[in-house]
């Protein structure tokens, strides 16, 4: 991924994002899946994100995306979680039903962020090198 920009950022993040139908259910199959393809295609294209892969399985989907920093990973979830599940209750009526009349997705996700080129271990040794070159600059309120 390469630095992305916004007004008042530039940013280079990338998450995993993973979550199942209610209960778990294999019900991601054919049409519904390729809607619900579709459907997180527009809203990446809506808010901003950037979807670099994307797999909808039978009983889960997994998203490996890229968004603005005025974003949380809670927001971004909710966001392709809502938006979908109502349409395809709209759209696939049956769906419903097979649900019990409730929700379309489980209430719970998976997310970690996803590093290209910088480690953990870089970024805690650039903090420990900054605290080092810091000290050693002159202090203007001594």
Known sequence: ????????????????????PKYRKRILKEALALRVEQMFTEIAETY??????????LDHVHLFCSFPPRYSIAQVVTRFKSLSARAVF??????????WGG????????????????????????????????????????
């Open 90 to 99: 709209r759209e696939f009526p049956q769906v419903k039903r097979q649900l």
């Open 1 to 20: 991924m390469v630095f992305r920009r916004t007004a008042h950022a530039a940013y280079d993040t990338a998450y995993h994002l993973v979550w199942s």
């Open 103 to 142: 929700e379309f997705w489980e209430d719970g996700y998976f997310a970690r962020t996803v590093g290209d080129k910088v480690t953990a271990e870089m970024i805690r040794k650039y903090i420990q090198r900054h605290k080092e070159v810091q000290d050693a600059q002159l202090d203007l309120f001594e």
């Open 48 to 57: 901003d994100i950037t979807i670099d892969e994307m797999e909808v399985s």
